[in-house]
């Protein structure tokens, strides 16, 4: 009689313990689709490696309208063999906009449409650059699918958190790399782990923090990553994305 009296005590705080997690989920899926639903909005992502250095590979600024533009500004930092060393590092600023499946990039040539940053190969900056405005998930669309991650949720004060999957981590990090797809020179990623952290404030998503660890080789050059990425919300209901004559020929 105990042993069942025990049993069914540890299935009814099992159950409470799903039904408190599942409502965390939803209180901050709930607030990302607030953002979602807003007629427009804008924000800035810093990266930081560990030890201070900035990084690139993702947009750090971008704005949003509600079935309109999307604008990104990013400073990209791809892999660049040299004669002196078998590998360096290149920056390059770029914009990009994008409405519905046309897309527009601005690099260091002026602004091109997606067919034509990308006709010179995988690997160049706006190649690069046209392809994550592509696929890019604005702030409240990337929360809502963090949150569908997440393996367990905890909330102090305005702030749920939680540890990301393995493969959600692993494609975090090849994102923030600046690739999006299998190739020769694909970065390899083991021993990925990483955790999200977002801010709700009257009940609508404000910011939210990605930290991500993992041993990482490009083109046979292994390093640790250890990376965190905020991305603060802002202006919401009061943003305007301004699209630059050239760039619209290209969205045309």
């Given at each position: 009689m105990k042993?069942?009296?025990?049993?069914?005590?540890?299935a009814l705080l099992?159950?409470?313990?799903?039904?408190?997690?599942?409502?965390?989920?939803d209180d901050v899926t709930a607030a990302a689709k607030?953002?979602?639903d807003s007629d427009n909005y804008a924000w800035k992502r810093t990266t930081e490696n560990a030890g201070g250095s900035q990084s690139g590979g993702r947009p750090s600024e971008g704005k949003v309208e509600k079935d309109g533009y999307l604008w990104l500004?990013?400073?990209?930092?791809?892999p660049r063999r040299s004669p002196d060393t078998p590998i360096a590092i290149g920056d390059s600023a770029l914009e990009g906009i994008r409405k519905g499946e046309k897309v527009a990039i601005k690099?260091?040539?002026?602004?091109?449409?997606?067919?034509?940053?990308?006709?010179?190969?995988?690997?160049?900056?706006?190649?690069?650059?046209?392809?994550?405005v592509q696929v890019f998930k604005a702030p409240a669309a990337e929360a809502q699918d963090l949150a569908d991650k997440v393996k367990e949720f905890k909330k102090d004060g305005d702030v749920y958190s939680g540890e990301l999957t393995e493969e959600v981590a692993k494609s975090q990090i090849i994102t923030g790399s600046g690739r999006m797809r299998p190739g020769p020179n694909a970065p390899v990623?083991?021993?990925?782990?990483?955790?999200?952290?977002?801010?709700?404030?009257d009940g609508v998503l404000a910011k939210y923090e990605i930290k991500v660890q993992a041993k990482?080789?490009?083109?046979?050059?292994?390093?640790?990553?250890?990376?965190?990425?905020?991305?603060?919300i802002k202006d919401i209901g009061s943003t305007k994305v301004q699209v630059p004559d050239d760039a619209m020929k290209k969205l045309s």
């Amino acid at each position: 009689m105990k042993g069942q009296m025990l049993l069914g005590t540890l299935a009814l705080l099992a159950g409470t313990l799903l039904a408190a997690d599942s409502a965390l989920k939803d209180d901050v899926t709930a607030a990302a689709k607030r953002l979602a639903d807003s007629d427009n909005y804008a924000w800035k992502r810093t990266t930081e490696n560990a030890g201070g250095s900035q990084s690139g590979g993702r947009p750090s600024e971008g704005k949003v309208e509600k079935d309109g533009y999307l604008w990104l500004s990013m400073t990209l930092s791809t892999p660049r063999r040299s004669p002196d060393t078998p590998i360096a590092i290149g920056d390059s600023a770029l914009e990009g906009i994008r409405k519905g499946e046309k897309v527009a990039i601005k690099s260091a040539d002026g602004w091109q449409s997606f067919s034509e940053a990308t006709s010179s190969g995988p690997l160049g900056p706006a190649s690069i650059g046209a392809r994550l405005v592509q696929v890019f998930k604005a702030p409240a669309a990337e929360a809502q699918d963090l949150a569908d991650k997440v393996k367990e949720f905890k909330k102090d004060g305005d702030v749920y958190s939680g540890e990301l999957t393995e493969e959600v981590a692993k494609s975090q990090i090849i994102t923030g790399s600046g690739r999006m797809r299998p190739g020769p020179n694909a970065p390899v990623v083991s021993g990925a782990k990483g955790s999200v952290k977002l801010w709700v404030k009257d009940g609508v998503l404000a910011k939210y923090e990605i930290k991500v660890q993992a041993k990482m080789s490009i083109m046979g050059n292994e390093r640790d990553i250890d990376r965190t990425s905020t991305v603060e919300i802002k202006d919401i209901g009061s943003t305007k994305v301004q699209v630059p004559d050239d760039a619209m020929k290209k969205l045309s």
